[in-house]
């Protein structure tokens, strides 16, 4: 099986710290549209919150491209707990 290389060459990029990618703005956009998301305050908090979001969508992609060359039997879909890591137990902010 190569999908095992695949995920190897994969995974350092879903972990780099990158400035958000701007190709993903209509998109992230559109994910705070659909889920009502407003980040009163800062800029910081905005930009903290579509790089959690932007991480999230690169695992859920990288899960369903696994998925499709049978690696796993579900798929991922982003959905209103996009902008939130794995911990949180209810909390709104960024860690």
Same mark, same amino acid.
């Given at each position: 099986m190569w999908w095992p290389t695949l995920l190897a060459l994969l995974a350092p990029m879903a972990g780099a710290q990158l400035p958000p990618e701007r190709e993903l703005d209509t998109q992230w956009d559109l994910w705070k549209k659909t889920y009502g998301k407003q980040y009163n305050g800062a800029q910081a908090d905005e930009a903290a919150r +579509?790089?959690?979001?932007?991480?999230?969508?690169?695992?859920?992609?990288t899960h369903n491209l696994e998925h499709a060359l049978g690696a796993h039997s579900f798929e991922l879909a982003m959905n209103h707990l996009g902008?939130?890591? +794995?911990g949180w137990g209810g909390r709104k902010g960024p860690a």
């Open positions: +579509r790089q959690i979001w932007e991480k999230n969508l690169k695992y859920i992609n902008d939130m890591v +794995r």
